[in-house]
């Protein structure tokens, strides 16, 4: 048996996981306006992300844990601060965009480097791996 006789197994560490990661990443963002999915959202367009279906498809198990329908209102509040430009579906990262990234993404840099202290990158490989083959094969149970 893989998991020893204990109430902290996986399911308690994704979940705390969740949890610390929404916090912690809000508190590193406050300074520039986001939060983690914002955050998300944002990064998603900076590496070319350009649709938002394509935005959704990409953080549908985030949708289902914040019970929303779609990330559109993040992208049209992202229009209104200049940061992208909408057209129907399409998303156009504006300079101002790319210029909101950059500043986020040192500070998202910098709480990843004290977060995953201690943790070499080969690890956070490995584990990352490993949690999408146990929902791989969670998935294949399912049909």
């Known amino acids: 048996m893989l998991q020893q006789n204990t109430t902290k ?6 979940v705390l996981l969740h949890q610390a990661f929404d916090a912690a990443t809000t508190k590193a963002l406050r300074d520039v ?3 983690r999915r914002q955050w998300q959202v944002l990064h998603a367009i900076s590496i070319g992300v350009r649709t938002v279906s394509e ?4 953080f549908r198990p985030f949708l289902v844990a914040d019970r929303e329908e779609s990330y559109r209102p993040v992208v049209e509040d992202f229009a209104h601060r200049g940061w992208a430009e909408l057209d129907g579906d399409v998303i156009t990262q504006t300079d101002a965009g790319v210029s909101a990234h950059e500043s986020a993404e040192v500070l998202v840099n910098a709480h990843a480097d004290k977060q995953l202290r201690g943790i070499t990158q080969e690890e956070f490989l490995l584990a990352n791996d ?11 149970g399912e049909s």
């Open 130 to 140: 490993v949690l999408r083959r146990i929902a791989e094969n969670m998935r294949a």
């Open 55 to 58: 935005i959704d498809e990409a």
């Open 33 to 35: 306006g986001l939060n």
């Open 9 to 14: 197994r996986i399911g308690y560490w994704l």
